[in-house]
């Protein structure tokens, strides 16, 4: 095999590596996270996250603002001017590097979000947190941190 095959073959093996171990950790921390949590209410956090992710990706954000706590949509509601500058951007990847349970009976999932302004074309990647508390009352999760902002560093 000539020398160039190898490194390539070695670089596939180690992302290969890579994807399993990341695998394996999300798989930990979802376990970790379904100790505290009823079946249904993970089915229902999952299903949840699923949907406000496609929002994210694929929706609009004044679709999203649905997914967010009213207590905290009554007090910070996101204003017009805000929901406007999203048309300025395109979501080009929403994946999940993590999540994890706090002490406090929430849901803290770690996201890598990629943009693209649609004015130059440039594309970054960002990371953003999303805190869930689940509400007894409604029977539902609420993602309580906001929509995500997509202008960090600019």
Known sequence: MPWGAAIL?????RR??????LSCLMLASLAAVAADFSRKQRTQLEETQTAYGSTIRWGSMEDAV?????????????????????????????????TAALPDGTVERRMEI?????????????????????????????????????????
């Open 16 to 21: 290969l590596i890579q994807w399993v171990g």
């Open 114 to 154: 990629g943009v693209i302004n649609v004015n130059t074309q440039a594309e970054r990647t960002l990371g953003v947190v999303e805190r869930w508390r689940w509400d007894p009352e409604a029977k539902r999760w609420w993602q309580y941190n906001g929509l995500p902002d997509l202008w960090r560093g600019h």
């Open 66 to 98: 649905g997914y967010l706590d009213p207590e905290r949509r009554k007090t910070n509601p996101p204003t017009e001017f805000e929901l406007s500058r999203y048309s300025q951007l395109r979501v080009s990847s929403y994946r999940e590097r993590g």
């Open 9 to 13: 073959n070695n670089l596939h093996m």
